[in-house]
């Protein structure tokens, strides 16, 4: 399979897992479910800003999945991440199509940087649009729990999209909005989303999820051809074991003997 016949392929997928956000029958933004038995996330403004949700007053959320099929949701605010602009909504829906999350550690951050991710949403602010795929970079991971990207988000209806990062095939961000500046011999906006960081925390169950979550994700890659991350992480468990042997004078000839997994030896 090419590479583009394989991005069209993690596209769909994705594409398929995206939903449409509505308040009162007003779309507001884009999620994407995480879990089979219904749970998705977006952007917690495209909710928060427009209902009492401290004082317990929520207005009806509904998810559009496709053209005129909707289901109400409810805001889980115990796991969700009002102040990292994560909202967690709960639907009565069963998904066949849901993503794998992933943190980004303080250590990958210099090595991901100008890495590709790619952005699905409903960037206009129509319900009736289609929807869109916006390919593009990380510029910079920020102290503040953001990723800011470029040539990704394209307007304000994208708020709660997916970042999805090719090279370690997750999920690593939620699109949260285009920040724009006005000062001279700067650039014209960055755009953002936020890490998952504070949303593993509020929901520490969600880890056990995500990697449940995870094993699903990489069959489908796998069936795509793809190197999945979990065949990357075993391999690593996998070494190569040399050793030195000593043949009709010849010294110092290492000869690979075969592959064995490394044990964790306790003395």
């Given at each position: 399979m090419t590479e583009d016949k394989l991005k069209q392929?993690?596209?769909?997928?994705?594409?398929?897992?995206?939903?449409?956000?509505?308040?009162?029958s007003i779309f507001m933004g884009t999620g994407f479910f995480i879990t089979p038995d219904g749970y998705v996330l977006t952007a917690f403004h495209c909710i928060g800003e427009k209902a009492d949700i401290k004082e317990g007053f929520v207005e009806r959320i509904q998810i559009e999945l496709v053209p005129e099929k909707f289901f109400d949701a409810q805001?889980?605010?115990?796991?969700?991440?009002?102040?990292?602009?994560?909202?967690?909504?709960k639907v009565n829906y069963s998904s066949e199509h849901y993503l794998p999350l992933s943190l980004i550690s303080t250590e990958e951050t210099d090595r991901y940087r100008d890495s590709r991710v790619v952005a699905l949403g409903y960037p206009a602010g129509r319900r009736y649009e289609s929807i869109g795929i916006y390919s593009g970079e990380i510029t910079r991971f920020?102290?503040?729990?953001?990723?800011?990207?470029n040539k990704v988000v394209k307007g304000t209806g994208q708020s709660g999209s997916v970042l999805y990062h090719y090279e370690t095939q997750r999920v690593i961000g939620v699109v949260v909005e285009v920040v724009e500046i006005d000062k001279p011999n700067e650039v014209t906006h960055i755009e953002l989303a936020v890490r998952f960081e504070s949303l593993f925390k509020t929901w520490?169950?969600?880890?056990?999820?995500?990697?449940?979550?995870?094993?699903?994700?990489?069959?489908?890659?796998?069936q795509l051809g793809v190197t999945t991350p979990s065949e990357k992480v075993q391999n690593q468990g996998v070494a190569n074991v040399t050793q030195t042997v000593h043949n009709h004078g010849e010294t110092n000839k290492q000869v690979i003997i075969g592959h064995v997994d490394t044990?964790?030896?306790n003395d």
């Open positions: 392929s993690i596209h769909q997928e994705i594409e398929r897992a995206t939903v449409k956000i509505l308040l009162n805001l889980d605010y115990v796991k969700s991440a009002p102040d990292n602009d994560i909202a967690v909504l920020s102290d503040d729990n953001k990723i800011e990207i520490p169950e969600l880890q056990k999820i995500t990697d449940d979550v995870a094993k699903d994700w990489d069959k489908y890659l796998e044990l964790n030896i």
